[in-house]
């Protein structure tokens, strides 16, 4: 079931009428949201739901098991075992026929010719984002971050809250379960906030879909375009993933405002950034925040002289999170590599005063240098493989036949600027001042109907949102 | 909860995603858990934006012409005008097909010589351009429950098989009409037929068909595709100059005498005081006919031709010919439906022109091995016409269709005599 197909619309509608005027009481409220969280997850694959309840119910039990171990030494087993059975889960679905198909390619440079058995398994919808916020939970509790939590269903209803258990955020338990715990009215001036993300993200969407249609054709035809249908491409690309997965965003923490839930923010203008560090604190900020949290300062973080080791391992990872691909992997290195590069250059006396400075033409190089780097990355990120990825990087860069293309070329390029802009100046609008907005009656209604008309009028449920796959 | 995310600012932001701050004091604020005003206001916003979001489009499509009568007019008319066919006095005939069907079939003429021999048969042109083999599968049910529920039955039904119109690439390009026609031509016992196989396509449909009007959002983003990346047409070769402005001159000459000849038309797609063909010689003036006549010379060039040929090429795959499955079992399905409520049906093949259209070998192969598949599912033997003596080359006004006043005669004579005995 994805946010913007009928099926969805109706399912929302039913739920809504139960959650507000049947289902008033703690108790039910939280079966009504585990069920119909299942019903909404099972519309994909039923086969899948055991999956995600005995990962819930594993951790729940684990972090319950954390908490009584007396030592150490126990409660450090039972994290182990948490960590073998989110990772091991993580490893069977989504990397063993990448590691096995790999190992085949490996032996085959060697010259040995080897026949493995792939598994071919489905992946699981959603697999990597709550195996990710599960395995939080036990590592939170580990730390004495968080206490254990009493209530295996609200922990399980917390786990498989449908508006973000396909594809984020990634909740972290300390967030989520006191909100589960707890469930509050929402406000009415939350609920509004609720429809105006609800409304961008649709438009997001709609917008991203019409984005794969030149950098579909760019990265398909790679050999064939001049280098300005190329860089339309990847600027296509890089408005389509943002709207994609920003839009389907919104339009999660939109609907966990109408039933009085607080989702915190995934994206804040990424493209705006002005340093590739920068980028990460706006773009997937769950993720970064989850990888920054868990993993770079479990190697270490900036201790030890080994910041360059750990960025560089934590990028790497991020990116294989994304898919079991050596693509994913080449974008996480990409990105682990500028990283390291701008703590290099930073710490550099000569460029010091150029990191401070606050002029515009300094502050728009530095986010015209971050962009460009940002867009190399989308390159690896949507190309089927890595020499295609080249293929593309260097057709980027070949000066060539982009001033024999007709005014045709040029006004895509164009609207595909200005389509990028548009989102980035409504996300703005929309962190910045969309109170003033939502006080002002008739105009917030106006905007919220005549967004969802231009959404209904030419958004195609039938595209599923990127982030799905991962 | 902790903040308001309606009153998001930049504070707010750094507070949800630098420390996830909610705590379980917060989170347990009170509030009255039972108030249901708020959910009530939740519920009427719901119900109230989406219907002015959706009254806002049907508006737009409308003033637009984008509606079911504005996308399948020619069908619909015909579907309406089923009951005044069935209600015929004579025996009836109908050709069944795609445009191809459309331009080559003149049915006044087919019946204008059948009198002259003493029979009185009322014949139809069901032709339609744009509906592949899945959609006529469709259609053709909605013809045979109109014939089986009054119990009358064709004499005769010609059933065009198009092989140009039954490939991969012909459905691949028609994939963003399918939710769309499915809506228009199916009815709803067979839309919720869909509904309980698959749920999610089956809700899709219905709000297609009732909220939408039968208007898909793949119908409109593909068509504004089209505007902003516009399909590429193969226009390599050119007419010189006075050629062009020749052709320009005489169509718009004979829009003129058509509209001086035909005040009484009043601009259906599917007209019935002409059975659903097109106009006849015999009623147009010696001077239209040598105009029609000097138009056919400068529109029927080899640089138009060979264009036209590359088009079709690329779009319907015209000479290699890999067959799309779906559409050669929606076509055995058609013939069935047919075979339903008419006494005799014949499987036909059109005229093809052969100066431009050349299959290769191993289209010759899948083509071979389509008519098999279709004549032993049917039991039908299918009439090949694409090579007939009695049309040549200079009879199409394009590389598949046959041209009016030339095409459309030769051919409806040639089917007169091969099937006047029958009849």
């Given amino acids: ?470 | 909860m902790n903040s308001s995310t309606s009153n998001f600012n930049e504070s707010n932001v750094s507070k949800n995603t630098e420390c996830l701050p909610l705590n379980e004091q917060q989170a347990s604020a009170p509030r009255p858990s039972k108030d249901k005003r708020v959910y009530i206001k939740i519920t009427l916003a719901i119900a109230l934006t989406m219907m002015a979001a959706m009254g806002l489009v049907r508006v737009l499509l409308d003033s637009n012409d984008v509606n079911k009568q504005g996308i399948l007019g020619r069908v619909l008319q015909a579907q309406a005008a089923l009951p005044q066919i069935i209600a015929e006095p004579n025996e009836l005939v109908m050709f069944y097909g795609s445009s191809m069907t459309r331009a080559g079939f003149s049915p006044r003429k087919f019946d204008h010589d059948l009198k002259a021999i003493g029979k009185d048969i009322t014949s139809f042109n069901f032709g339609f351009g744009g509906l592949n083999p899945y959609y006529q599968e469709i259609f053709s049910r909605r013809i045979a429950e109109q014939f089986i529920e009054k119990d009358r039955k064709l004499k005769l039904a010609f059933i065009e098989f198009n092989p140009f119109q039954t490939t991969t690439t012909r459905w691949n390009r028609a994939q963003f009409t399918v939710d769309s026609f499915i809506t228009m031509l199916a009815n709803d016992s067979e839309l919720w037929q869909i509904l309980t196989d698959d749920l999610s396509r089956g809700i899709q449909l219905f709000t297609i068909k009732y909220i939408r009007n039968h208007i898909s959002a793949e119908m409109i983003t593909s068509y504004y595709a089209r505007e902003i990346f516009p399909p590429q047409r193969e226009q390599v070769f050119t007419d010189d100059e006075a050629t062009v402005a020749a052709r320009q001159s005489l169509a718009q000459e004979l829009n003129q005498l058509f509209e001086q000849e035909y005040p009484d038309y009043d601009g259906s797609n599917w007209y019935y005081p002409w059975q659903g063909g097109g106009t006849i010689p015999a009623e147009r003036s010696a001077h239209t006919l040598t105009v029609f006549d000097k138009y056919y010379a400068v529109s029927q060039t080899a640089a138009r031709m060979k264009n036209d040929r590359l088009s079709r090429i690329r779009s319907a795959d015209i000479e290699a010919l890999h067959f799309e499955p779906v559409l050669l079992e929606s076509f055995i399905n058609m013939v069935k439906n047919f075979q339903g409520f008419s006494d005799q049906v014949e499987v036909v093949m059109l005229p093809k022109n052969s100066r431009y259209i050349h299959y290769s070998p191993a289209a010759q192969k899948r083509l071979a091995q389509a008519i098999k598949q279709i004549e032993k599912a049917t039991g039908i033997k299918i009439k090949n016409h694409q090579d007939i003596e009695e049309v040549n080359a200079d009879m199409f006004r394009d590389t598949t269709h046959l041209s009016r006043y030339r095409g459309d005669i030769a051919y409806t004579e040639f089917l007169f005599k091969k099937y006047a005995a029958q009849l």
């Avoid at chain 1, 396909?166 to 707890?182: D, F, N, T, W």
């Avoid at chain 1, 429809?195 to 961008?200: C, E, G, H, N, Y």
């Avoid at chain 1, 969407?205 to 950098?215: C, E």
């Avoid at chain 1, 190309?383 to 006004?411: C, E, F, K, P, R």
């Fill in chain 1, 1 to 470: 079931m994805i946010f913007n197909t009928p099926i969805f619309f109706w399912f929302f509608c039913i739920f809504i009428l139960f959650y507000g005027f049947a289902f008033l009481n703690q108790t039910p409220k939280v079966y009504l949201i585990l069920i119909s969280s299942l019903v909404f997850y099972g519309a994909w694959n039923y086969s899948f739901i055991p999956l995600l309840c005995a990962s819930g119910i594993a951790d729940y039990f684990i972090a319950q098991a954390i908490a009584k171990s007396a030592t150490k030494q126990g409660k450090k087993r039972w994290l182990i075992v948490s960590l073998m059975i989110n990772l091991g889960i993580l490893a069977i679905f989504k990397y063993a026929d990448f590691a096995i198909e790999s190992v085949a390619d490996l032996l085959s440079v060697l010259g040995y010719q080897a026949s493995f058995t792939t598994l071919s398994w489905v992946l699981p919808v959603g697999i990597s984002f709550y195996t990710f916020q599960s395995l939080s939970y036990t590592i939170d509790v580990y730390r004495g971050d968080m206490k254990p939590r009493k209530g295996l269903l609200e922990f399980v209803a917390a786990l498989s809250f449908f508006p973000q258990l396909v594809a984020g955020p990634i909740l972290r338990a300390k967030h989520i379960l006191p909100q589960m715990h707890k469930i509050s009215l929402p406000k009415w001036l939350e609920a509004k906030h609720g429809f105006l993300l609800i409304t961008v993200g649709l438009i997001k969407k709609t917008g991203a879909d019409i984005l794969a249609i030149p950098a579909d054709k760019a990265f398909a035809a790679q050999e064939t375009l001049s280098t300005l249908e190329m860089w339309t491409g990847v600027l296509a690309f890089a408005g389509q993933i943002y709207g994609d997965f920003s839009g389907y965003t919104d339009m999660a923490i939109g609907l966990a405002l109408l039933l009085g839930f607080n989702i915190p923010l995934n994206f804040r203008v990424p493209y705006f950034a002005k340093s590739p560090v920068d980028f990460w604190r706006r773009w997937h900020i769950s993720l970064s925040t989850w990888l920054k949290d868990y993993l770079y300062i479990s190697l270490g973080g900036n201790r030890n002289h080994n910041r360059t080791r750990n960025v560089f391992l934590t990028m790497l990872l991020g990116g294989l999170w994304h898919g079991a691909a050596w693509t994913f992997i080449a974008w996480g290195a990409f990105h682990g590599a500028i990283i390291t590069l701008t703590h290099y250059l930073a710490d550099l006396k000569v460029f010091k005063r150029f990191n401070h400075s606050k002029k515009i033409w300094i502050s728009g190089l530095k986010w015209a240098i971050t962009f460009y780097l940002i867009l190399i990355g989308w390159v690896f990120f949507r190309a089927t493989d890595i020499h295609s990825a080249i293929n593309i990087i260097a057709n980027l860069h070949t000066i060539g036949s982009a001033n024999v293309l007709g005014m045709h070329a040029w006004s895509i390029f164009i609207l595909t600027v200005i389509w990028i802009l548009l989102v980035h100046i409504m996300d703005y609008f929309v962190i910045k001042s969309a109170n003033t907005l939502e006080q002002k009656s008739w105009q917030f209604w106006l905007v919220i109907i005549v967004g969802q008309a231009l959404c209904l009028l030419i958004g195609e449920p039938s595209n599923e949102f990127i982030y799905f796959q991962f």
